[in-house]
């Protein structure tokens, strides 16, 4: 904890801040390593933290925290705001950065007149947690086998005459028994036309012999996440299918080759696009390539056309190109890799041959 809390220090004295106020959920975790509904953190530019949080939490808050530089403080969610206001004035604190894109307008307004300080908006936190310690990578490659293997467990109940929902329920159910937390992300399970609609919502469709089945979703390991997708042809796969299966493998294959540090976002995204551009279907991958993984399942850096971000050491981040020609099916392959200086390192063991199950 104590080198997160020296980086935003450092960030705090580049904005002439004398505090960060946090409330988002992840930020909070990030700092605290603790899932919580409620809580505020303020760390100052001394250095100085502080997790106020109500009774539901303080007892396991304690326990957690009591080796770090960070003090609990014992607070009803309805007084954290005014607790932590107290607090910073007690700290001498003039100018305070809080998380203006999570926040509402109304809970803005009313920390300025609750607190009668300067506040600004804090637009780092995301970019500190973009760049993920050796632990942090630990715990995303353990989401990832946690995934991978309740997927491998999924492929063997997959058959025509299965729904849709079916395949989502037993996935479900998998992730849980594997370890994942409760609360991961939805799961697509889309099949034949369905496969068209990239965040397609699993639906009561029965598997059918030379369909594909795009399958997309992830586990959470100790808060952090992890996302795959993989398309399987059902029965067997016409030469049409099979065509594109390997043009959307091959614009991934061209994207990964072309990360490492340094790099913009935007030219490895390039670099899948324009596989699927020559192969003639440009129009038909009309998402970003990827985005980074973490806390959030979608966070900095994002690989897409106008994306302004460059990947850096330590960045774990998605890719994930698709085809999808409506009324048809849809393909998409997605892994999860980690940016080093000289490249990436693939954190998803999966093969991304088609399968046909």
Request: aromatic share 6%; glycine share 10%.
């Amino acid at each position: 904890m104590q080198s997160k809390i020296d980086r935003i220090v450092q960030e705090l004295n580049r904005c002439g801040a004398d505090a960060v106020v946090l409330h988002a959920p992840q930020n909070r975790r990030y700092l605290t390593g603790l899932r919580t509904s409620a809580g505020v953190v303020a760390v100052t530019a001394q250095g100085e933290a502080v997790f106020a949080v109500d009774f539901r939490y303080i007892t396991e808050a304690r326990q957690v925290l009591r080796t770090t530089p960070m003090d609990c403080r014992e607070t009803s969610q309805e007084e954290a705001d005014h607790w932590i206001g107290a607090y910073l004035r007690d700290k001498g604190c003039e100018k305070v950065l809080i998380e203006d894109q999570y926040l509402s307008m109304a809970r803005v307004e009313a920390l300025k007149e609750r607190w009668g300080m300067e506040l600004a908006g804090c637009s780092w936190m995301e970019k500190l947690r973009a760049v993920k310690t050796p632990e942090e990578r630990k715990k995303i490659k353990i989401s990832q086998e946690i995934a991978e293997l309740s997927l491998r467990q999924t492929m063997e109940i997959i058959a025509p005459g299965k729904t849709e929902r079916q395949i989502e329920a037993y996935l479900t159910w998998r992730l849980l028994e594997n370890g994942s937390e409760n609360g991961a992300f939805g799961i697509v399970a889309a099949s034949g036309p369905n496969a068209a609609l990239p965040h397609a919502t699993p639906t009561g469709r029965k598997l059918q012999r030379g369909d594909f089945l795009l399958i997309d979703f992830g586990a959470i390991y100790e808060g952090w996440y992890s996302d795959i997708s993989r398309t399987f042809a059902i029965g067997c796969a016409g030469e049409d299918m099979r065509r594109i299966y390997q043009l959307v493998r091959q614009a991934g294959d061209t994207a990964i080759a072309a990360m490492a540090d340094g790099v913009s976002a935007a030219a490895v995204d390039e670099a899948a696009r324009c596989v699927i551009r020559q192969g003639g279907y440009g129009a038909y991958f009309g998402h970003g390539l990827g985005h980074g993984v973490g806390l959030d399942i979608h966070e900095k850096p994002r690989l897409r056309p106008e994306s302004k971000d460059v990947l850096r050491a330590g960045n774990i981040v998605t890719v994930e190109p698709g085809i999808y020609l409506p009324d048809r099916f849809g393909v998409r392959i997605e892994d999860i890799l980690a940016v080093t200086e000289d490249g990436c390192v693939d954190l998803t063991s999966m093969e991304r041959d088609l399968v046909v199950l």
